[in-house]
T-cell receptor
Framework: GAGVSQSPSNKVTEKGKDVELRCDPISGHTALYWYRQSLGQGLEFLIYFQGNSAPDKSGLPSDRFSAERTGGSVSTLTIQRTQQEDSAVYLC????????????FGNGTRLTVT | RKEVEQDPGPFNVPEGATVAFNCTYSNSASQSFFWYRQDCRKEPKLLMSVYSSGNEDGRFTAQLNRASQYISLLIRDSKLSDSATYLCVVNIGTNAGKSTFGDGTTLTVKP
């Protein structure tokens, strides 16, 4: 595919359940980001992967959140024991390793915790 | 202090007006700069990169002031379709660096 692909596009889950969100970046892009956006709010940085370097996890809000990037490509964001405040749109973006390379975003996963 | 700061607005302007947004950044090691546009309930999309000498794309002009550590976006002859949130993005470090977003400035263009 030409763009960043995220799945599912919508996810409704019960409080306390675990969820996995998937991001398939643009082929060849070494950088991958996860952001969270609540309604009417700005982007909240969660985690940043760059090539084989250790990921920057400084934005993860709690230890219930984790992310992996396998083989330098697909990434999975896992939220354990979901809470209602986790409800938001989760956006993934990727970019190449070239200076001045912009981010390309996926359509996001809208997570609703009931 | 946030690494990237924007006036959240909202900016409410009539059609045809000229409007300007500023964005300040705190890290002098910042290397690359961008403006993104985000429509309601959509993902952000690249509007334009910002080059050191300033650059223009149709009605949009972007400028960089490294000495004062800010970038600006000027929109001339505003259209109703320009209504959106405009996000300032700064990449810090070498190569692609890490992208840091401002919280955005909301623009509403009214007839």
């Amino acid at each position: 595919g030409a763009g960043v692909s995220q799945s599912p596009s919508n996810k409704v889950t019960e409080k306390g359940k675990d969820v996995e969100l998937r991001c398939d970046p643009i082929s060849g892009h070494t950088a991958l980001y996860w952001y969270r956006q609540s309604l009417g709010q700005g982007l909240e940085f969660l985690i940043y992967f760059q090539g084989n370097s250790a990921p920057d996890k400084s934005g993860l809000p709690s230890d219930r959140f984790s992310a992996e990037r396998t083989g330098g490509s697909v990434s999975t964001l896992t939220i354990q024991r979901t809470q209602q405040e986790d409800s938001a749109v989760y956006l993934c973006a990727s970019s190449s390793n070239r200076r001045s390379s912009p981010l390309h975003f996926g359509n996001g996963t809208r997570l609703t915790v009931t | 202090r946030k690494e990237v700061e924007q006036d959240p607005g909202p900016f409410n302007v009539p059609e045809g007006a000229t409007v300007a947004f500023n964005c300040t950044y705190s890290n002098s090691a910042s290397q690359s700069f961008f403006w993104y546009r985000q429509d309601c309930r959509k993902e952000p999309k690249l509007l334009m990169s910002v080059y050191s000498s300033g650059n223009e794309d149709g009605r949009f002009t972007a400028q960089l002031n490294r000495a004062s550590q800010y970038i600006s976006l000027l929109i001339r002859d505003s259209k109703l379709s320009d209504s959106a949130t405009y996000l300032c993005v700064v990449n810090i470090g070498t190569n692609a660096g890490k992208s840091t977003f401002g919280d955005g400035t909301t623009l509403t263009v009214k007839p």
